[in-house]
């Protein structure tokens, strides 16, 4: 089975996190929200991304282990969807 991407724009992600508008960027100035992905002059998040940050702050996750997670996804970025290419 192929993994799907699907990315979200601001309204779903602040939704997803509980976060308003300025808290929800001021999360991502911090590193403890992936930073979005540009789509011409609009942004959008991996929805993966949210949905695992959510998770560790339900896990009760430090701020720092937070920082560390976003890093990873944002370093993981550079393969999305290698795998799709190689089974398709």
Known sequence: MKP???LVRLAEGMGRTGL???AFY????????PKPVKLGRASAWPEHELDSVVAAMIRGDSPELLRDL???????RAHCGRDVALLG
């Open 4 to 6: 799907t991407y699907r």
């Open 20 to 22: 308003g508008r300025t």
């Open 26 to 33: 001021a999360a991502i100035s911090d590193g403890i929200l």
């Open 70 to 76: 976003v890093r990873r996804l944002h370093a993981e």
